[in-house]
């Protein structure tokens, strides 16, 4: 007889643990499971079966891998924590004995300490591991940078993630690895691609944070614990990969002064092992770090140079065969030589093109594609206004290569000039609308004791040959990869649209950069003026015979409800007709045999009828003329002649538009009649999909035509 399985001993039951079993199996507090697990990244599991996995009577609802439990049975930091609260006890009998200097000996001697190096390690075995998960690290830093001290969110906290935010803006600024931005309502989006991966971030906006008590900022804190030691790690490999040295100098003072990137000083490591100062203030000498790179290619290439000429060149090998050009052996050139001319042309590996003409060719990457976007503000001298955000705009302004910028003294230390009227200023970011000339204040008398000083300009004014743009232009700008035209950005006017630059816009989706009428359907605007013009007639609908209701469109038999359009009503229209009744079994009619006759065409009737009558009109205009004693063409056509004329050709253009899309919308009907049952329903919904699409497609566009009417926005 076969021995009997007990329950909850294999399968599911046994692959997952609950985690009441899983804090008991540890002997740890259920805080510090959670802290452990986050560290560690293990994360709750949810089996197919909670019935089979649970093995009490009430279902559990918290599942971990067993294999996960007991992985963590040998972690170091466990017995860090079970020394933490050994800790704790000795700290709390010691208070409540009264020995205070008991308490302040264990609290400065017996405190242990955790480390995360090791699980950096085991968690991330390469670094392109770690780049490809410092998104929500880097998300997450930024955010604590940014928040308040509290009593939930201790001071050296933010000061370290505001320090290793830092820093790692300061290697993007010198590598130039920066790409792309964006703002929205949640804050300020960038991309940067660091050795082949895009990192996206998101920054807030510098507001007055109000913490609320619904976060658990335990459980953030320790994810910003682990963050903070994975971006020291990512900080250290990134800044000695272009040669500087980590961490780089720190000014307290001038952050004490709101200085912020200008308190960090980089220095390089030369080749012979010595530092060279690249101090990234405003206005400072340029960076040297292409100097150091540039060196370091010039000493291996002199290294290789040497090498080569070392070996037998193909001159001296023939010799050996050959004894009349053993005199003729060439001399080895100089190491100081461009490494093209130290190697033989043919010993160089040449690529040939594939030998199939019609063969995929791939593109080799070109390392200088992005030098032209890396300067982009090389050659400007930048000044930001007092109302403009510093932080984002001196971060994206460095990033692309500019080296002057300037600002206000009130916004903090480090700006290459805090005279607004200095001649080198080439742009200035201004954020509000001028002012009109009566709304200023009035300039000093002459002989008053407070004179204006050299270093302010009148609130409104505008120093000539100084372009003045507002602070979208430089975000437009970096998107773009381009200088875009200033005047477009100029204090005061409306701006263009700022798109995100990571959505890419399908073909019936409405692009507010392009041009309205290369995105209109043909008749579209003429549809839309009729529209216009029947809700200014009257709203209830009975002037000229006729009302407004939906149009039905039917697709395989069902109604699905389309655009609003002009519907004649008849007399006699909604009345039950004879004949038209079900037939005996309860079925309708065949649609296809209803739609057979369509009797005449109402349009080709009203075409005839108007033509008629622009004949009539015309005819009688020459009879006037030719008993005035004048040309027809001297005629002078009345106001009233010219509005009729364009009433025409739109009804024509509006009527020819229609006529077209009911000869596609027939030849369609026709062709899904040909169709099997399941690729007809297919069908249906990428028309019903599609016709969504144009819906909303046809209504941002019927906005942005009353706008550009109404002259703007209001």
Not at 408 to 416: I, N
Not at 417 to 431: C, G, L, M, W
Not at 542 to 570: C, L, M, Q, S
Request: aromatic letters at 8%; one cysteine or more; hydrophobic letters at 30%.
């Amino acid at each position: 007889m076969a021995k009997i399985k007990k329950k909850g001993t294999s399968g599911q039951a046994r692959n997952f643990i609950t985690r009441t079993q899983a804090v008991r199996k540890l002997q740890i507090s259920l805080p510090d499971f959670r802290r452990l697990c986050i560290f560690k990244g293990i994360y709750p599991r949810e089996p197919r079966n909670k019935k089979k996995v649970s093995k009490s009577s009430t279902p559990s609802t918290t599942f971990y891998y067993t294999k996960d439990i007991q992985y963590l049975l040998h972690e170091p930091v466990l017995r860090k924590f079970r020394e933490h609260k050994a800790f704790a006890k000795k700290l709390s009998r010691a208070l409540g004995r009264g020995d205070v200097s008991t308490a302040a000996r264990l609290e400065k001697t017996a405190k242990p300490s955790i480390t995360l190096d090791h699980i950096v390690k085991e968690r991330y075995p390469t670094f392109v591991d770690a780049l490809r998960d410092l998104d929500d690290a880097l998300s997450m830093l930024f955010l604590f940078a940014n928040l308040p001290s509290t009593s939930t969110v201790a001071p050296k906290t933010i000061s370290l993630c505001e320090r290793l935010c830092l820093e790692f803006e300061h290697y993007l600024i010198a590598s130039h690895s920066l790409r792309k931005s964006f703002l929205s309502i949640k804050g300020i989006y960038y991309q940067a691609t660091i050795q082949g991966q895009d990192i996206l971030w998101l920054v807030p906006y510098k507001f007055a944070q109000k913490v609320t008590g619904d976060v658990d900022f335990r459980i953030m804190g320790t994810f910003v614990e682990f963050y903070a030691t994975l971006l020291g790690f990512v900080n250290f490999r990134l800044y000695t990969s272009i040669g500087l040295v980590y961490p780089p100098k720190f000014d307290r003072k001038s952050d004490d002064s709101g200085g912020e990137l200008g308190a960090f000083t980089l220095e390089g490591r030369g080749v012979g092992g010595t530092l060279a100062s690249t101090a990234q203030t405003n206005g400072s000498a340029e960076n040297n770090i292409a100097t150091i790179s540039s060196s370091k290619q010039q000493k291996q290439l002199e290294s290789i140079a040497e090498r080569i000429a070392s070996l037998p060149t193909p001159s001296s090998m023939e010799s050996e065969h050959d004894p009349e050009s053993a005199n003729m052996g060439a001399t080895p050139p100089s190491p100081g030589k461009p490494l093209t001319e130290l190697v033989p042309v043919d010993t160089i590996d040449t690529f040939e093109p594939p030998i199939a003409a019609d063969a995929d060719v791939l593109d080799q990457p070109d390392l200088t594609a992005d030098d032209g976007l890396a300067h982009l503000f090389a050659s400007f001298t930048f000044y930001l206004s007092r109302e403009t955000p510093r932080q984002p705009l001196e971060f994206l302004l460095r990033s692309f290569g500019c080296k002057r910028l300037g600002w206000d003294s009130v916004l903090g230390d480090g700006a290459f000039t805090n005279n607004e009227a200095d001649p080198s200023i080439t742009h200035q970011v201004v954020d509000r609308p001028p002012l009109p000339p009566t709304s200023l204040p009035p300039l000093p008398e002459a002989g008053a004791e407070d004179e204006i000083s050299s270093t302010s300009v009148r609130p409104g004014s505008r120093i000539p040959g100084r372009i003045y743009v507002q602070p979208q232009w430089i975000w437009d700008c970096v998107n773009a990869g381009k200088l875009l035209r200033p005047d477009l950005y100029a204090p005061g006017a409306i701006l263009p649209p700022h798109l995100s630059p990571w959505v890419k816009l399908g073909e019936r989706e409405y692009d507010p950069t392009a041009p309205l009428a290369g995105q209109e359907r043909e008749g579209e605007e003429e549809d839309a003026d009729s529209e216009e013009s029947d809700e200014d007639v009257g709203g209830d609908g009975d002037e000229g015979g006729g009302k407004t209701a939906p149009r039905i469109d039917k697709v395989n038999g069902k109604a699905i409800p389309g655009k609003i359009a002009h519907v004649d009503v008849e007399v006699g229209e909604g009345m039950d007709i004879a004949g038209s009744e079900p037939s005996e079994d309860g079925e309708e009619k065949d649609e296809y045999h209803d739609e057979e006759w369509e009797g005449f065409d109402d349009d080709a009737e009203s075409e005839s009828e108007s033509e008629a009558e622009a004949s009539r009109s015309q005819y009688q205009r020459e009879l006037e003329a030719e008993a005035a004693g004048l040309p027809f063409s001297s005629v002078a056509v009345g106001p009233q002649d010219t509005a009729d004329a364009k009433k025409k050709s739109r009804e024509d253009a509006r009527k020819k538009a229609a006529r077209k899309r009911r000869e596609e919308e027939e030849e369609l009907e026709r062709a899904k009649m040909m169709m099997s049952r399941k690729k007809r329903k297919l069908l249906d919904k990428m028309l019903y999909s599609n016709r969504k699409k144009d819906e909303e497609a046809e209504t941002l566009r019927r906005k942005r035509r009353k706008i550009e009417r109404n002259g703007g926005v209001k």
